[in-house]
Structure formats: structure tokens, C-alpha cells
């Protein structure tokens, strides 16, 4: 059983387009994440929530927005999509905030904008 | 700005060397340091991770080695093999909550 998994694995579309990206988590985990790696291979978080509350939003632009129907699930949804956003986003989980410990990551989505 | 700086960017090994990337970080309310290895197509996964209050931690061939005073902390592979090859993140966590990763270094080790 796949413990993060992301859906889809590769996105491809065209400037200015809506799209969302899924993720859930059979872990039992209280912690979910959306980090956003650049073409240089560089990891930065942009969204984390615990128990369906958002509780780190780094600058991420607006036309990004999280959605947490239950603690399982984090979705992504990115309106009007520009050139720039192109790059892998990796949803993760934790177990429980405040807790040093590993994070799960998925296997990634691959959103290509073109 | 960069929290977390991480040397060297690419490394190459001969097959059954030492591999060596370190990290250097400023913050020191930091109060856990893993190590993530990440192979192509898939997510990074934990390596290795240390807390402050040791200076060596090793499972394996991998080892962290930890200098709270320099602030600096790096992972050392012992007998590197091929299927080592990957990408390698430092990173750190304090408060729990936001883990901030390094640069990466892509390790390739040759036969």
C-alpha cells in the first residue's frame, strides 16, 4: 500500500488553465504538506496543515490555494497557471505537529506549463 | 534567505569510498537534522536524522556526524556503492512543524 500518494503523476498544460493536484495519506498522520522542487532541485515548503487547519502558509502566491477535506487528504488548486509554475510539488505527512520525526513523502507531481 | 547551505553541490565516488556532504545552518532553535535521499521520479526519503544532544549518529554505512558549536553537521556514506547514487538533502526542523531543506548534492558513485 502506497502510504503518500499523489494524483496525477505528470501534468501538462497551457498558460492561464485551472488545475488541481491530489494527495492522501493512509499513515494516520495529523500533518500534511505541499512542497514546491525547482528545476534546480530545490525544496521549499508551501502549505501545511494539521487536522484540516492550515497552519504554515509561506509566500506563496494567491492563484495557489490548499483544500483539506479530512485529515487524510491535502488538495492542491492552482488557478490561472503561469510558465513559472512548472516544477515537481511533493505532498508529504507527519505524525503529529510539534514532533521531531520523518516525513512521508509521495512520488511527486510533474506539472509542466506550457 | 538560505537557512540551511549545503556543500558540495555534485560529488563523485569510486565504488567503496567515502562519500562526505556537509551542511552548515544559522538558527540555532533548530532541534532536529535529518538527512533525505532522493532518487529520480520519486519523493525524498529519510536517511538519517539527528538530534543536538549527540555529536555522531550511524545506521549502517551512514553516519551524521554533529558540531553544535560550529553549527554545522554532515553525512559520511562508508563503502559507497552504485546504487547509492542519488540526491542528497540536509535539512532542519525547530518548533516541529516546517522542515527546511538544503541545496541538495547529487552523489554519483562509479565502478
Known amino acids: 500500500d502506497t502510504a503518500v500518494s499523489q494524483t496525477p503523476k505528470y501534468l501538462v498544460t497551457q498558460m492561464g488553465n485551472d488545475k488541481s493536484i491530489k494527495c492522501e495519506q493512509n499513515?494516520?498522520?495529523?500533518?500534511m504538506y505541499w512542497y514546491k522542487q525547482d528545476s534546480k532541485k530545490f525544496l521549499k515548503i508551501m502549505f501545511s496543515?494539521?487536522?484540516?487547519?492550515?497552519?504554515i502558509n509561506e509566500t506563496v502566491p494567491n492563484r495557489f490555494s490548499p483544500k483539506s477535506p479530512d485529515k487524510a487528504h491535502l488538495n492542491l488548486h492552482i488557478n490561472s497557471l503561469e510558465l513559472g509554475d512548472s516544477a515537481v510539488y511533493f505532498c508529504?505527512?507527519?505524525?503529529?505537529?510539534?514532533?521531531?520525526?520523518?516525513?512521508?513523502f509521495g512520488s511527486g507531481t510533474r506539472l509542466t506549463v506550457v | 534567505q538560505q537557512q540551511v547551505k549545503q556543500s558540495p553541490q555534485s560529488l563523485i565516488v569510486q565504488k567503496g569510498g567515502i562519500s562526505i556532504i556537509n551542511c552548515a545552518y544559522e538558527?540555532?532553535?533548530?532541534?532536529?537534522f535529518p538527512w533525505y535521499q532522493q532518487f529520480p521520479g520519486k519523493g525524498p526519503a529519510l536517511l538519517i536524522a539527528?538530534?543536538?544532544?549527540?555529536s555522531e549518529k550511524k545506521e549502517g554505512r551512514f553516519t551524521i556526524s554533529f558540531n553544535k558549536s560550529a553549527k554545522q553537521f554532515s553525512l559520511h556514506i562508508m563503502d559507497s556503492q552504485p546504487g547509492d547514487s542519488a540526491t542528497y538533502f540536509c535539512?532542519?526542523?525547530?518548533?516541529?512543524?516546517?522542515?527546511?531543506f538544503g541545496t541538495g548534492t547529487q552523489l554519483k558513485v562509479e565502478l
Open positions: 508529504a505527512s507527519r505524525a503529529r505537529t510539534g514532533q521531531g520525526g520523518g516525513y512521508t
Open positions: 499513515l494516520g498522520h495529523d500533518t
Open positions: 496543515y494539521n487536522n484540516k487547519e492550515l497552519i
Open positions: 538558527n540555532t532553535a533548530f532541534d532536529y
Open positions: 539527528i538530534r543536538p544532544d549527540v
Open positions: 535539512a532542519v526542523t525547530g518548533g516541529g512543524n516546517k522542515l527546511t
